[in-house]
């Protein structure tokens, strides 16, 4: 990598875009950001860098998602959703760029998954015949073998 140009470990991924599903994907312009001290051991360090990080992104609001996945994402999240926003935190990191790139696929993939289509009903299909038989066959063996067991004949 030459020296004038800056790291980004986003993977090739434009600043500001974090994809969900197709080419739909999370405005940077929508994200809240909160930092603070995150918990746990840092040594000097832990006491002056503000690693950890909250993002909420304010699913009820928001005209970045197409209404049918906005209204299934707010359906499927409801029990994480304080007051339409949905919240995410990661403090794995000790750098808040690491974190903030942890919290924003955390986030992603959260919508992702809430606003994926419900699973095709299940086609109920017959058990074939000789499949049935064949099992009911083996449980009448299996019992008279077990039944042979018996301590009567002593």
Not at 4 to 13: A, D, F, I, K, M
Not at 41 to 66: C, I
Not at 91 to 114: F, G, I, K, M, P
């Amino acid at each position: 990598m030459s020296g004038t140009q800056p790291h980004r470990g986003s993977g090739g991924r434009p600043p500001g875009k974090h994809s969900i599903r197709g080419s739909v994907s999370l405005p940077e312009a929508e994200l809240m950001w909160r930092f603070s001290r995150s918990s746990g051991p840092g040594g000097q360090h832990v006491n002056t860098s503000d690693s950890q990080v909250e993002l909420r992104f304010d699913l009820a609001k928001t005209e970045a998602l197409p209404p049918v996945w906005k209204e299934r994402a707010l359906e499927r999240l409801a029990g994480r959703l304080v007051g339409g926003v949905i919240s995410v935190r990661a403090s794995e990191h000790r750098s808040q760029w690491r974190n903030r790139e942890t919290a924003a696929v955390r986030l992603a993939s959260l919508l992702a998954e809430a606003t994926a289509p419900p699973p095709r009903p299940r086609r109920a299909t017959r058990i074939p015949r000789g499949i049935n038989e064949r099992r009911l066959r083996e449980k009448k063996a299996r019992a008279e073998t077990k039944r042979g067991r018996t301590g009567r004949d002593w």
